[in-house]
């Protein structure tokens, strides 16, 4: 991907960049309200969901059209930025119209290659930063391939959007943050920018400062952040909003880290990090070479690959052994089930030949 600033002219190049608004457009009261607040706490960029998709119908589905002249006016009478959600052709058509100044792809929609397709084609040969949040599902291939749809039209100002990933269990987090997808994003693209979105992850106006602060210290260049005037009053998604002044306490509260720093003093931990690395891979080696021999037995003795309860009591008691030696047990079992998953591959093969 050919990938260009997404910085428009007059925005501060330090990071975080931040954009900042309600979740939906809700009256035009209530739009400038919060845009007056935001411009006079010096935020360059305001957001303001325009067409809401709902997981249900009945709920509130945005304003429509008529919010995108709202944001005409916040622009006029501020001197903000503008930036809407499209998840249509049509979408893409009436916010370019009204001058819309930044565009972002959603979650449902980047689940859905046919839709993403359909909006990289409505803005071949428009020259203004599109944002891409990653689908619903922790899927990062999904998340490229709509990024290199809007890059194959022309696009070049492209830039990702981390809001986590949908999951059964909200017992924190709305959406879990699983940190090592937008991480490796970031490897393969070292240039593309990624925003954070810490108030659809954390889905709690208290968890927003946390995560903000967690991906300024994984070097993420941006923050996009619900901000309400009345955020008890809002149409959707009140929990995770917050006020413009809270907003501007939070962010006097992150600390930013320097990106570039002297990392002598860390050489020598480095070195034992390699060390250890090697010292795993071996040990895995070992491990399924016998698992293989394992296989192999199995294969004599016409034995079922898998023995349920010996995999249970392995993992029950691994996890435990972690637990004491200060692991999380949640990583420890990750860990387990890929070792087991790929020892169960190689025995396949075995059984097999």
């Given amino acids: ?15 975080p960049m931040v954009i900042a608004g309600p979740c939906s457009a809700e009256t035009e009261e209530q739009v400038m309200n919060t845009a007056r607040k935001l411009a006079a706490n010096g935020i360059k960029i305001m957001r303001a969901g325009i067409w809401k998709p709902r997981t249900k119908p009945g709920g509130f589905e945005g304003v429509g059209s008529e919010g995108l002249a709202w944001l005409k006016r916040v622009k006029q009478e501020t001197g903000m930025y503008v930036s809407t959600e499209v998840a249509t052709q049509k979408h893409v058509y009436e916010a370019l119209k009204y001058g819309i100044d930044m565009l972002w792809i959603g979650a449902r929609t980047t689940a859905n290659p046919f839709a993403v397709q359909e909006i990289a084609e409505a803005l071949q ?27 194959n039209v022309g696009l070049t100002k492209l830039g990702a959007i981390h809001r986590g ?44 400062l946390p995560l903000s602060q967690q991906a300024m210290d994984l070097n993420f260049e941006g923050l996009i952040i619900e901000t309400h005037c ?35 003093d860390l050489s020598h931990l480095r070195k034992q990090i390699d060390e250890l690395d090697d010292q795993l891979l071996e040990l895995l080696a070992k491990r399924m070479r016998v698992s293989c021999e394992i296989g192999t037995f199995k294969k004599e003795h016409n034995m079922l690959i898998v023995q349920t309860g010996r995999y249970g009591e392995i993992l029950s008691k691994r996890i435990a052994q972690a ?7 949640e990583f420890m079992r990750v860990v387990l089930e890929a070792i087991h998953e790929e020892s169960v591959r190689q025995q396949v093969e075995i059984m097999n030949k």
Avoid at 1 to 15: F, T, Y
Avoid at 323 to 329: A, I, K, L, Q
Wanted: with cysteine.
């Fill in 323 to 329: 637990t004491e030696m200060g692991m999380n047990p």
């Fill in 230 to 264: 009345k955020p008890e009053e809002a149409w959707s998604d009140a929990a995770q909003q917050v006020t413009p002044d809270r907003l501007k306490e939070i962010l006097e509260t992150i600390v930013i880290r320097e990106e570039k720093q002297s990392t002598e």
């Fill in 1 to 15: 991907m050919k990938l260009e600033s997404i910085l428009l002219p007059g925005v501060d190049v330090k990071r």
């Fill in 165 to 208: 990933f949908s999951s059964y269990d909200k017992k924190i987090y709305r959406n879990l943050p699983q940190w090592h997808i937008p991480i490796e994003l970031k490897r393969r693209y070292p240039d593309l920018p990624v925003i954070c979105d810490p108030s659809h992850i954390g889905g709690k106006r208290d968890l927003i």
């Fill in 125 to 151: 040969g428009v020259d203004i930063p599109v944002l891409v949040k990653n689908p619903v599902n922790p899927d990062l291939e999904l998340w490229i391939g709509a990024l290199e749809r809007l890059s």
